[in-house]
């Protein structure tokens, strides 16, 4: 098992086989977002952050700029990594991706939550620990975007039917805004992961998020885990504020 050091009790769904996330302490339910342009400022991130955060998110910027070495060697070192590479494409390919993936040793991997899309992703990744997200509705689009896009349904809508949908494909988790957490936790049940951007600490900036929602919030709204990248990536002192989100969310 390549996972076996790690503190989650990953649990198997024997009817579907897939292993979902589960976290036992406040560390294991924060992930920051390596939302940094290079390899550099990642390992500064990382290194400022020792001890205190052990759960990071991998997206596009850092993915393309050396992101995925970085995230195997981490990943081997004990360190859990999501990969936000939010898949979407035929089943044959995003089937041989997840599998991929899953043998990268990563913990989190996303995808869009369409239904065709989960069904081939859980199949190929029946056989490893990997936790699939299904991707919602992005938290920077409100009710115009959505219609823009084409779809009839509003945010929330949408969201929960997706939930739905990820709860039938057999997917470990659901990424969605933390207002909504609540409403898919209801659907959702209390085994699946809930991962939430679009967190925001009381004062912070809000950059191009539009539904956000504070640490203590999320957790009471049935978060299993925060997903933070500016707030703390961006701040002066990193360290200082990761530890003020973790006791926010510790009072929630
Ligand atoms: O900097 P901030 O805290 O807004 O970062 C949130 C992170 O979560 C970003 O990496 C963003 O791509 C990601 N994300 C999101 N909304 C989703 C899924 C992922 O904001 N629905």
Redesign the pocket.
């Known amino acids: 098992m390549p996972h076996a050091d790690r503190n989650l009790a990953p649990a198997v769904d024997a009817d579907r086989g897939v292993i979902r996330e589960r976290a036992s302490t406040m560390q294991d339910r924060l992930i920051v977002?390596l939302?940094v342009p290079t390899l550099k400022d990642a390992e500064k991130v990382v290194r400022e952050l020792d001890a205190v955060v052990s759960f990071y998110?991998i997206?596009y910027q850092l993915a393309f700029a050396g992101g995925l070495d970085f995230a195997r060697e981490l990943a081997s070192g004990g360190t859990r990594i999501f990969l936000?590479m939010?898949l979407l494409d035929i089943d044959n390919t995003v089937a041989k991706g997840v599998e991929a993936i899953a043998r990268m040793g990563m913990t989190m991997l996303?995808l869009h939550a369409y239904p065709k899309a989960m069904k081939a992703a859980v199949e190929a990744a029946r056989d490893s620990d990997l936790c699939l997200l299904g991707?919602?509705?992005?938290?920077?689009m409100d009710e115009q975007d959505v219609f823009d896009a084409g779809y009839e349904h509003d945010p929330h809508t949408l969201v929960l039917r997706r939930s739905e949908q990820a709860l039938h494909a057999g997917m470990g988790g659901i990424?969605?805004?933390a207002e909504e957490a609540e409403a898919v936790r209801r659907i959702v049940g209390p085994n699946m992961a809930v991962v939430t951007?679009?967190?925001?600490p009381k004062g912070s900036d809000h950059?191009?998020?539009k539904r956000v929602v504070t640490p203590a919030q999320a957790i009471r709204n049935g978060s299993s885990h925060l997903?933070?990248?500016?707030?703390i990536?961006s701040a002066a002192d990193r360290r200082a504020v990761a530890e003020a989100i973790l006791d926010e969310m510790r009072s929630a």
């Open positions: 977002g939302d998110k997206g936000d939010k996303t991707v919602t509705v992005l938290t920077s990424v969605c805004s951007p679009g967190i925001r950059g191009d998020q997903v933070v990248g500016r707030p990536v």
